[in-house]
């Protein structure tokens, strides 16, 4: 971790960001890198780094000096100097650890000072609400037993029944619809994380659906209606005369069902336009006279 690197630049806020701007930006990147739901290398430090940027920023006091002074204002000694009560070392400060199910976790408070504001949270594994639905694994009461289920992204859409084992038991856990990969069912004395496979088809953004349907130069300047694949049924899809690469269309109510009520998501479809690599000679005569026909009338736009 570089200690050294501005801590705005870790946030990815500027300068002038409000305090929901920056409480925002460190929950989003603090899930990102969380090490028990990223895995990769980098995602230890990343983790450790955004949680530094933001017990300074979130604090008034801290905020102020490192504006003023930067990271010389948390430099061992430095309380001794014009900043008055000084932070000491940053990052020195008492380690803590834990056991969440089969997850296992450890942090650094700092020394002294106030409290620091994880984003909302009351300690920064409080993050685990967004993962799992329950709260922080710190002085709490002993947690429920906890397993992992993967299970594929349509199961995880219409729901499912699974049968498994739990203590040599064969048992079968029912998958509510519209469940989301890291979400917690609660089955009888147990608790069940979710893992949902991807779908080469689908991208899911909360309860939306995200697909791309490939259309031809025709059909996007002539207009036409192309079929699409939803996570429910097959639709037709009208595409307007004229349309550009990349447009999104959507389609109401054909996303994820919310989980908890009635009512589901929208399903948007992203038009990519193919430009074909090997033409015949009379589709390429009829292209030559596309373009001659436009510049007779001084362009098409």
Do not use: C
Not at 118 to 138: L, N
Not at 141 to 157: G, K, N
């Amino acid at each position: 971790m570089d200690k050294n690197r501005d801590f705005y630049e870790v946030l990815g806020v500027v300068k002038t960001a409000s305090a929901d701007e920056i409480k925002r930006a460190y929950r989003k990147l603090a899930l990102q890198y969380h090490p028990d739901k990223n895995k990769s290398k980098e995602a230890h430090e990343k983790f450790k780094e955004v949680n530094a940027a933001y017990e300074v920023l979130s604090d008034p006091q801290k905020k102020t000096q490192y504006d003023q002074f930067g990271h010389a204002a948390f430099e061992q000694g430095a309380g001794q100097g014009p900043f008055g009560g000084g932070f000491g070392g940053f990052g020195e400060g008492q380690q803590r650890t834990g056991r969440y199910g089969p997850f296992t976790y450890t942090y650094t408070t700092s020394g002294g000072g106030p409290e620091v504001d994880f984003g909302g949270f009351s300690d920064p594994f409080e993050i685990f609400e967004q993962f799992f639905g329950g709260s922080s694994p710190f002085g709490r009461a002993q947690r429920r037993s906890t397993y992992s289920l993967t299970i594929d992204f349509m199961e995880a859409v219409h729901g499912a029944a699974k049968r498994v084992e739990i203590d040599g038991k064969s048992q079968t856990i029912k998958i509510p619809a519209g469940v989301d990969d890291g979400q917690r069912v609660r089955f009888g004395d147990y608790d069940v994380v979710i893992n949902v496979s991807p779908d080469p088809r689908f991208r899911r953004e909360g309860y939306d659906v995200v697909s791309e349907k490939e259309i031809s130069i025709a059909q996007a300047v002539l207009g036409n209606v192309v079929a699409v694949k939803t996570v429910e049924d097959e639709v037709k899809l009208r595409v307007p005369a004229g349309t550009q690469p990349d447009t999104v269309i959507r389609l109401r109510g054909k996303g994820i069902p919310h989980i908890r009520g009635s009512g589901r998501g929208d399903h948007y479809v992203r038009l990519k336009i193919t430009i074909p690599k090997h033409l015949s000679a009379r589709q390429k005569e009829l292209l030559e006279e596309f373009e001659l026909e436009g510049k007779k009338k001084k362009g098409w736009f």
